[in-house]
């Protein structure tokens, strides 16, 4: 094959290979920018009912009634629920 067809080739490779990588990328950033959002909400939402001494009475009164286990425990199930959906919905959506 002569030089400048297989550096043509070459190029093509490079350019397709390039694209796919960005596509990767873009889907990543996607990906890592929904996380934070979340983060962000789980903030302002930290921020909004944290000024509330009943809330905070309200919290620290089930931690005493239920314990520190059960709470945590009823957190964990709840979030992995929570996980669970949110993954099932992304894949009914595609």
Known sequence: MRQPEELERRVLLLRARSSLLRAGLSED???VGESLGAIDRGVVAVRRFGTQPALIGGVAL?????????????????????????????????
């Open 62 to 94: 089930l931690l005493f009634l239920a314990g520190p286990r059960r709470v945590s425990g009823f957190i964990s199930g709840a979030l992995t629920g929570i996980a669970l959906a949110r993954r099932a919905a992304l894949l009914l959506r595609r």
């Open 29 to 31: 950033a996607r990906q």
